[in-house]
């Protein structure tokens, strides 16, 4: 093999032109004719015995041509790939060149590569980073939260009331019919809630166990096809009306629900939690706008190959999320009343930009001569064991290395644009404006 030319074009593509010798050949003319030898028939030969200068004598030397051609071209590619040391990123068109003969052939292969890309700014650049502050108020609505978890439903005998819950059979009914959907039985059903179609509960308030009530109704218009704006009548059995035992907030309180010992130890729990949590969301928002600056301004050529895989995995990740609702991938098209072809045109613009990112992490990895210790691997996978709640070497069979390798890296890339950055105030809107 011999590499006559490697022309960089347009788009990150290469164009390898190759030259397969007559030594390289003929070991893939014997090839050939080992695998095609047994479907070969001449009077006089048993099947697979007819040797190979008699077919060729009989049929032509080009016999063979095609299939050693075929034998021969993929070592050949790979090993020229391997000379140029291209970075290929997608499948090659390839065709031949010139006359086959004995003495070999020239194949031309038009490559997608990994493109040269050209940092811009990723150092010093500014970006806003909003703090928000932790309020009391904001921490008890987290003891509200963790009360109404605690909340009990209690069976009381007296009528309902709004915020009671009442456990009920309904079935409804059009112009006398039952309609499909519109039976349940011993529904709990939160009064005021409003999870039901408007009047439905406000009609229940009042009711005791062992009641029947007739609740009429009006279906909504932007409710289903079938029901929207028609007047209902639904026939409801009362079974059970429950209240809420809210717990009391005190110190027993933050026993019952905490490791601490009293409200106020909890209190300040929660108002460290939520001043972490809020300090990780801003701070990755930060990060977020300042990689954004730098994807934009990098200098490159992207392969189109990239962009299509990219946008690939954007309906494969789709196709996870729908399978873990119990839905079919066929079936939730239906239900969004799109195409695959309408996903991946609407995933092309944000896989651009994941692309443009990737890129740009990659070429700060290279720029800063970033490395992943075997330490710094490790420590990832203990971080994301914990998180996960599995122990490390389980998660290793579900994680691979490289990927936490590259998750190591990424987070090294993204420190020194972060670490050298500057967080600005974000702008507040005019209100004379």
């Not at 936490?404 to 105030?425: C, E, M, P, Y």
């Amino acid at each position: 093999m011999r590499v006559k030319s490697c022309e960089k074009t347009e788009k990150s593509r290469v164009i390898l032109t190759v030259e397969v010798g007559a030594e390289e050949f003929e070991k893939a003319l014997e090839k050939a004719y080992q695998k095609m030898r047994r479907s070969i028939r001449v009077h006089g030969f048993r099947p697979g015995r007819v040797p190979r200068k008699i077919v060729e004598s009989m049929y032509g030397v080009e016999v063979f041509f095609e299939e050693a051609v075929n034998a021969a071209l993929p070592d050949a590619y790979e090993a020229a790939v391997k000379e140029q040391n291209l970075r290929v990123v997608g499948n090659p068109e390839v065709d031949t060149e010139g006359e086959i003969t004995r003495e070999g052939f020239v194949f031309k292969a038009t490559i997608p590569v990994y493109p040269e890309v050209t940092l811009g700014q990723y150092k010093n650049l500014s970006a806003p980073k909003v703090e928000i502050p932790v309020t009391e108020e904001d921490v008890d609505r987290e003891i509200q939260r963790l009360s109404d978890r605690n909340t009990r439903l209690v069976s009381v005998d007296r009528e309902a009331r709004e915020g009671d819950t009442v456990v009920i059979d309904f079935e409804g009914f059009l112009d006398g019919v039952p309609f499909e959907g519109g039976k349940s039985e011993n529904y709990s059903l939160e009064l005021g809630s409003g999870n039901f179609i408007p009047g439905f509960e406000d009609q229940l308030i009042g009711a005791k166990a062992g009641d029947e009530r007739e609740v009429n109704v009006t279906f909504p218009e932007n409710y289903a096809k079938d029901l929207s704006g028609k007047a209902a009548v639904f026939q409801v059995k009362i079974h059970e009306v429950k209240e809420k035992d809210v717990p009391e907030i005190d110190d027993e309180f933050a026993k019952d629900v905490s490791e601490f010992d009293t409200l106020e130890e909890l209190r300040a729990d929660l108002k460290q939690k939520l001043i972490d949590e809020r300090e990780r969301v801003s701070r990755r928002e930060f990060e977020d706008a300042l990689m954004d600056q730098v994807a934009d301004g990098i200098t490159v050529e992207i392969p189109e190959i990239m962009i299509e895989r990219q946008a690939r995995q954007f309906i494969e990740n789709i196709k996870a999320q729908v399978y873990q609702q119990g839905i079919g991938y066929e079936q939730y098209l239906k239900m969004t009343n799109t195409s695959e072809e309408k996903l991946l045109a609407d995933a092309r613009e944000p896989s651009e930009k994941q692309v443009r990112m990737d890129l740009a992490v990659t070429a700060i990895i290279d720029a800063e001569k970033l490395e992943a210790t075997e330490d710094d691997i490790e420590e990832e996978y203990k971080k994301l064991a914990e998180q996960s709640a599995m122990d490390v070497e389980s998660l290793k069979k579900y994680v691979n290395h490289d990927q936490i390798r590259d998750q190591v890296l990424t987070r090294k890339a993204i420190a020194v644009v972060t670490d050298s950055a500057t967080a600005t105030a974000p702008e507040t809107a005019n209100p004379e404006a």
